[in-house]
């Protein structure tokens, strides 16, 4: 039967699986193991049986999901000793003579990861967009008037890490998996496995975070389902709230594993798998911070890991990693007693710290080759860009502690992290050389992907300068923990990473679907979204100004005024956002045919037929010069000459 | 035109926009703050944070003006209308400006540690002997005070004008944190440390103290008051409390000090 040797194995199977997995793992614990001791009167006990049931689910429900996928089937046989997959069995499982199939498979080929990770990443900011509108309209009136409290935190929560999530994703996954292979010249990816099992995880992820509102509805200990923590879940708070917390840290461990497996195989692939002629100085900028994001995700994400299996442990096997007190305090309560509290900020801070660089270090990158085709002008400066680049990596991960300025823990060391802090923005100001110095007397093309290039530039420049009052202790003592901050981190994460992104999406657009998006859509959700997004987040500097902290369902009529115009501005940002996704779908669907190099530039994914062949290349290209040698002339088909054909060396 | 001729334009705008916005600053900064953008300041602590953005707040306004000037003159003149049909000059770069860059970057640099490692000495130096004694204890969803000097508690925090205070803040459960907006206080409640934070309230009035650390539920309600009288007021007040201290139903919050302190008082 065909349609067997089609769904089995592939995502659907995996779900079946997946499903079963959960069931056997919870109604294991919850029925056999605990149906001896499951005491009604003993409250401790019913939470722990409850979240224990539902941890060994995700875990099996994680193994039932890669097995039904077929992730197994490659590493069991050659444990076994079977022969090494030939070929032909190697480009079958890229997806070769697939149809559609082939998107919802364990599929290696590089392109569908691409294209996968685009689909989820888009619907993971969906929903996290979804949730910024709930909180928006919960503060748009003083009073808790739309939302119990405990619905609002939860909904603070799933929005923080669901987006943090996103836009961990959002380049590395469909453009470091579509774009990047063939930018260096290379056939596929490092691990071609790996690589689809890094959206593997990703899904599944999704699926047990998909779990956490539902999570601890009727639970007799807290009060409502969810997760009351926000997203920086520090051990003490993530200890009382509701069994959410379970979803919430398996679905980032996860999601984790997924972001490390990802940025492994970036770098191995740049390092090993480079076209000859492609050094790396002549590697497009998109490349280099990919690179230096997946060397913060390969480093960073651990951190945060550890912090949460520190969490389930001290919550499930009640250990005290987390708990300082020794005695009285937790009598009964079978917790030990003898940890620290500042150890769940510092582990999640010295993750959160590089992970904000990680989101906007790829946009650094595909701004500045945005930039450069859109002006056609080199890059002003390629070596300070990498500078600039890689002096963000290295100095991200002396920085974290100006997260704690205000913990008391050791204060004295508050003035290096200031300094560390500050320090960072001189590599950051050498992007804004950079940026100024390529549009400075170029050709500037007006297109959508243009117009995000310059509010990256105009909201990343006000992320960066308020982060300089925030760095300074003494002001940031009073700004800390406040709306100010909020819009700070929004400013350079939205204003940054996500302009970035929404640029790159309408750039690669006819690469990865052979159509150009709309532009007169394009442009309509353009201005909606910078206003949307400004009014927003200024109005939040404002009533962040004002002294509006965090987090809050609630607040004083006082800082009204503000948070109706965050609000209004809000549901316009999301409007717009809407109509680009619209115009994604809509031209995915009936957009007009692109042409091969619809935006004239020299980067190699150009060159390829659209939509690209297995294995991309018929030859592996010789690069002749850099990425930005715009003075090369063009073939007559408009497909630039550079690097399709050996040559002596010009750049 | 050459380079050099496109640079006039740009550069005039910078220093006319720059100088505009920071006189507008100057004047408009005392009438914005009157009508309410920042809270009412109260104490020594809040002034000098204040100040400090001030100055970065001139120091930005270049920046700031910098880009935003060269990257809309870009745009506005070096317009392609459609699709360009030649390219830009082919600059790789400039080394001369990349070095007034660095320079400039590290000049400004220089400035902000100046300014912070000053604000932090303020905010570092130690309670003079005089310091009233606040034992802030956090707990979901309030906050008590415990003033050590006299061994009295209270919901609602009493404070002098003109008379530094130590807070010395803790938690009982999860973490919070201490935050008199009015007097730039703020400090981490965290379960198990001590963290002290030292201010000098210099207005007299009711202020607010909030709670800016998610906490659980009942986060955004967890604001108290703080009065600032003067020192009479607060003596009445401190001598009504030890009179019905026994019957007072905030009983001081009894912490296992020696567990946490050692003889020097730092923490063990």
Redesign the interface.
Known sequence: MSWTRKLVPSYFSGAVLAAIGFIVGSQYVWRVIGGANWDFNDPGLIGNFLEQGFLAGFVLMTFGWLIGIGAFKYPLSWMLGLKDPDHNEELRLAGKGDGIIRYFRFTTDHKVVGIQYLVVTMIMLAFGGLGAMLIRTELMFPG?WAFP??TY?TI?TMHGMLMILTVISFFVGPFGNFVIPIMIGARDMAFPRLNALSIAFLIIAMAVYAFIPFMGIGDPIT??AGV???W?V?G??AD??GIGVDALAMAVILAGISSQMGAVNLITTVIAMRAPGMSYTRMPMTVWGSIGASILAALGTASLTVDLVMIISDRVFRTSFF???????YAGSGYVGGG???LT?NLFWFFGHPEVYLLVLPAFGFVMDMASVF??????????AILGLMGVVVLSFLVWMHH?F????L?EL??FY??ST??I??PT??I??V???T????????TVTMGFV?AF??SF??GG?TG??L?????D??L???MFVTAHFHYTIVGGALMGFLGAVYYWFPKMTGRMMDEKIGWISFWGIQIGFNGTFLAMF?VG???M????????P?FAGGNLVASISAFVLGASVILYFYNVIYSWKAGPIAEANPW?AKTLEWTTPTPVPLENFGEIPVVTSGPYN??EPATPSGVPARGVEAGPAIG | MNSRGHLRTPIILWVVISILLAALYYFLAPVLAQAGVIPPLASDVADNAYQIMAIFTYLSIPVFVGVVVFAAYSLFTFRSHGRPTDIGPQIHGNTRLLGWWLAASFVLITVLYVIGFNGLAQLEAAAPASALHVRVTAQQWIFNYTYTDYNISSSTLYLVENQPVEFTVTSMDVHHSFWIPEMGVKADAVPGELNTFVATPNKLGHYTVRCMELCGVLHSDMNTNVVVETASQFGTWISQQMSVRPASMFAAVQLPEAALLDASGKRS
Not at chain 1, 375 to 384: A, E, H, I
Not at chain 1, 549 to 556: E, G, H, I
Request: aromatic share 16%.
């Open positions: 808790a409290k405990e935190n603070v009060t409502g009351q923590t926000g920086t520090y003490t708070l009382q709230t708990f300082a007190a020794t005695a009285g305090d620290s509290a500042w900020q002006s056609r002008k080199p890059l002003f400066g390629y070596k300070t704690e205000v913990s008391g823990f204060p508050r003035g200031m300094a500050e320090l923005s001189v100001g050498l804004f050389l940026l100024l110095g549009m400075w007397r170029g050709r500037i093309w007006m310059f530039t105009w420049l006000i300068i300089i009052y760095s300074d202790v003494p002001a003592v009073q800390h923990g406040g404002y100004l004002q002294g902290p965090r987090r809050v369902a609630d607040y004083s006082l004239g715009y003075a």
